[in-house]
Antibody
């Protein structure tokens, strides 16, 4: 069974940093691109970032460019999201999710499955 | 930036057909994907590449796309189908989600 388990969420002050992790199991991790999607409290889904199977292709949503860094450790089946200079508006539940293929520059990929999410609260 | 527009809500009685629309500029040139999110749960894909149903998704779910509008149809909606439904497409290497539609079955 494919499983994605996020960790690393918490309460952080504006301007500070936080790193999320996603542990993957049940599939060959280094065959697939991975993504982060977030959901602010009571709001809809917002894609954050994506990373190809070997880490050489990345993509970011405009509001997180220069502040967030997506990365992966294929040897340990881990996906990361380093979040720097956090803002109030970054408060959200952050989901790790898997693409059906290895690349990020494609129009025909969907997100399946999704983890349970890691809650990030940015507040002073 | 690319926008996808969904109605805020759709309400049907059990057994009726619920149709959720998703509109975007030149949407016919892109694949559309649909996700179901029940209260307190993570999203689940219910339709991919416009009209393909993943294994495990009931046959009452179907998808179509024409012109600038994609539609997720729940034929014979059941109470268990109550959820938010989000459409998604790609704008280059950026994934874009619609704002979500609350489907109520009562």
């Amino acid at each position: 069974e494919v499983q994605l388990v996020e960790s690393g969420g918490g309460l952080v002050q504006p301007g500070r940093s936080l790193r999320l992790s996603c542990e993957a199991s049940g599939f060959t991790f280094d065959d697939f691109a991975m993504h982060w999607v977030r959901q602010a409290p009571g709001k809809g889904l917002e894609w954050v970032a994506g990373l190809s199977w070997n880490g050489d292709r990345l993509a970011y949503e405009d509001s997180v460019k220069g502040r967030f860094t997506i990365s992966r450790d294929n040897a340990r089946n881990l996906l990361f999201l380093q979040m720097d200079n956090l803002r109030d508006e970054d408060t959200a539940l952050y989901y790790c999710t898997k693409a059906p293929g290895s690349t990020v520059n494609t129009q025909n990929h969907w997100f399946d499955p999704w983890g349970q999410g890691a809650l990030v609260t940015v507040s002073s | 930036s690319y926008d996808l527009t969904q109605p805020l809500s759709v309400s049907v009685s059990p057994g009726q057909t619920a149709a959720v629309t998703c509109s975007g500029d030149k949407l016919q040139d892109r694949f559309v994907f649909w996700y179901q999110q029940k209260t307190g749960q993570s999203p689940v894909v219910v339709m991919y590449q416009d009209s393909k149903r993943p294994s495990g998704i009931p046959e009452r779910f179907s998808g179509s796309s024409s012109g600038n509008t994609a539609t997720l149809t729940i034929g014979g909606a059941q109470v268990v189908d109550e959820a938010y439904y989000y459409c998604q497409a790609w704008d280059g290497t950026t994934a874009v989600f619609g704002s979500g539609t609350k489907v109520t079955v009562l």
